[in-house]
C-alpha cells in the first residue's frame, strides 16, 4: 500500500475531534489494508512496535536541513511560527528547489522498515545511520507524508488516536467485540498481530496466549504508605521492591524468549539468563517474569544505571556478561504447560513459581517474600530491603488474578519520599504548538559558592494554568533570548519534589533530579539566597539509601 493513502488517512483523522468518526474513518481502511494489515494498523497510531527512535528533536532538525537543503535560520524562523517540525517538513518538501533524481513513490512497508531499524542502532557511527534512514525517507516523500513521517519519528503524531480507538476501530472492520479485541492485544501485545487475528478468525475472537509473543504485564500503583497498602488486602504478600529491570521469560522446550515490560525483544542482550532459563525452570512451556538486577563480583546489587549498559549492548555482549553479572528474581508466573495460568490467584500461582523454579542462590532465584499483616513484621522487611539498597516493597494481593497492561491496584508499590529541594528558576524555553505562548521546560539551580548552577530541567509537571502563570512571571525576568532558549533572572524559588538525585555530566553540578516536580511556588517565604546549595544535594545524593556505589 503507498504511504500517500495512510498520510491521507492521518489528514482525516486530524479534522476531526469526534472519536467515533475516528473509529470509523480507521475501520474502513483497515478493511482495505490487504497484506499490509499489521503494518498499516502499527503505523496508524504512530506504534512501530512501541519503540522510541532514539532521534532527538535536534538531529531531525539536521535531517530536514539536509534533506531539503535549507539554512538554520530558515528552519528556526518556521519553527517559531507553527510549533510543529511535522508541519515544516511538510513545507520545505513543498517548496524543495529539486527532487533527488531517484525518486520513488513511498509505501507503508518501506516508511516502517526505515523506521523500525532506528531504535536498535548505537554506538559509532550509528548517528549518520539513522540520520541517512530518515533523510531517505524525507527525500522520497511528498509534502503531507513528510509532516508524518516526521511527526511518527517524534513520537508525537498529533491525531488524536489512541489505543482505545485503534481497538474500536478493528473490532468494527472484522465484526469482534471490542472486549475480545483488547483481550487478544493483552495476550499479543501487538494491535497489528491482533488485526491479522481478527482478519483471520471467522465468528468471536478467540485471544490465546502464544508462547515467543509478548504478553502484557501488570502494573503497580503506589500507596501513600505502608500502614495503608497493608490495609488494603485481606491477604498481602510482601516483596521487595528490586530497583531493577523488569524480564518476561519464555520458554518452548529449549527456546527462550525475553521481552523487557515494553515488548522488546531482549533475549541477545542476557545469554546467561536464557542458559538459566533453559536449565532451571522445570516446565516443559511457561511463561515467567521477575526484576534483574546487576550485580558486582561479589554479588552485591549495583544501581539500575550499570544495568542499563547491558540491555543497551548490542556487541560484544559475552564480555558485558563477564563484567556486570545479573542476577534474576523471579515473582510471577502467567503460563504453565499449554494453560493460562493468569486466572488463578496469586496464591497459587506463587506456589507453582515456588515447584518449577530450580534456584541458583544469587543468580536465578525467587524474589525474597513474605506473608503478613503485622506492620511491625511488614516494617522490619521494609526497612531490610531499603538497607538492601532496593527501592522499598511491593504489596500484593495473594486473591487476585493477574491483570494484564492494567493498574488495577492489586499490586501496591510503596517507597520513601524523597526530601523536597527548594531551587531558583534560571532558564526556560517556549513551548511547541498550543504551548507556543508559554514559558515551560523550567532550568533549575541551586547556591555554590555565591553562584547559581543549574542542576536540573522540569519538563513536565506542570499544568496549563501553572504554565500560564509561570510565563506571566517569568517574562518580566527574560535576560536574554537565543532561539527558544531563555535566560531567567535568578528570582523565583520553586519547591520540587522529585524521585531521585542521579550523578549526570548534563549540568555543571554534577547532579540530576530524575522526575522532578513543582510542588508550590515559595511566595515571600524563601528567596534566591535561600535555595538549597550543591553540598545539600550531594548529601541527599549519599543519603540515598539504593545507591552505594
Ligand atoms: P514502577 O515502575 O515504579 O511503577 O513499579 C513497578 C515495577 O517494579 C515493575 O514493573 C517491576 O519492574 C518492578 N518490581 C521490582 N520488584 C518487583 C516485585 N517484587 N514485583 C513486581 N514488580 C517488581
Partial sequence: MKYFELAKVYEALEATTKKLEKRDILAEFYKKADKDLAIVVRLSYGAVMGEDFGVAKQMLKSIIKKAYGITDAEIMHKFKETGDLGVVAEFFAAHRKQRTLAYHELNVVKVYENLQKLPSLT???????????????????SALEARYIVRTVLGDMRIGVAEGIVRDAIAKAFSKEPKDVERAYDFLGD???????????????????????????????????????????????????????????????????????????????????????????????????????????????????????????????????????????????????????????????????????????????????????DFKKANKFYQYSLRKGQEGLMVKNLDAFYHPGKRVG??????????????????????????????????????????????????????????????????????????????IKPKIVIEVGYEEIQKSPKYPTGYALRFPRLLRIREKDKGPEDVNTLADIEKLYKQQKRVKH
Fill in 410 to 487: 492489586y499490586w501496591l508499590k510503596v517507597k520513601p519520599i524523597a526530601e523536597p529541594l527548594d531551587l531558583v528558576i534560571v532558564g526556560a524555553e517556549w513551548g511547541e504548538g498550543k504551548r507556543a505562548r508559554w514559558l515551560g521546560s523550567l532550568l533549575l539551580a541551586c547556591r555554590s559558592k555565591g553562584k547559581f548552577l543549574a542542576t536540573g530541567k522540569m519538563a513536565s509537571g506542570l499544568t496549563e494554568k501553572q504554565l500560564a502563570e509561570m510565563t506571566k512571571r517569568l517574562k518580566h525576568l527574560i535576560e536574554e533570548e537565543k532561539g527558544k532558549h531563555v535566560k
Fill in 123 to 141: 554506538g559509532t557511527g550509528s548517528v549518520e545511520r539513522k540520520v541517512s534512514l530518515v533523510a531517505e525517507l524525507l527525500s522520497n516523500a
Fill in 191 to 373: 494491535y497489528g498481530e491482533v488485526a491479522e487475528q481478527a482478519r483471520k478468525e471467522k465468528g468471536k475472537l478467540k485471544a490465546k496466549i502464544e508462547i515467543g509473543k509478548p504478553v502484557r504485564v501488570m502494573l503497580a500503583e503506589r500507596s501513600p504508605g505502608l500502614k495503608e497498602a497493608l490495609a488494603a488486602f485481606e491477604h498481602p504478600a510482601l516483596e521487595l521492591k528490586y530497583d531493577g529491570f523488569r524480564i518476561v521469560i519464555h520458554k518452548k522446550a529449549d527456546k527462550i524468549w525475553l521481552y523487557s515490560r515494553r515488548n522488546e525483544n531482549i533475549t541477545k542482550q542476557f545469554p546467561e539468563l536464557v542458559e538459566y532459563a533453559k536449565k532451571h525452570l522445570k516446565a516443559r512451556e511457561c511463561i515467567v517474569e521477575g526484576e534483574t538486577l546487576a550485580v558486582d563480583k561479589k554479588g552485591k546489587p549495583l544501581p539500575f544505571q550499570k544495568l542499563s549498559r547491558r540491555i543497551q549492548r548490542k556487541y560484544h555482549i559475552e564480555k558485558m556478561v563477564k563484567e556486570l553479572p545479573i542476577q534474576m528474581n523471579l515473582f510471577d508466573i502467567i503460563y504453565l504447560n499449554g494453560r493460562n495460568v493468569m486466572h488463578e490467584k496469586l496464591k497459587e500461582r506463587w506456589n507453582t513459581l515456588k515447584k518449577i523454579v530450580k534456584p541458583i542462590k544469587g543468580k536465578f532465584q525467587l524474589a525474597e517474600h513474605i506473608e503478613t499483616k
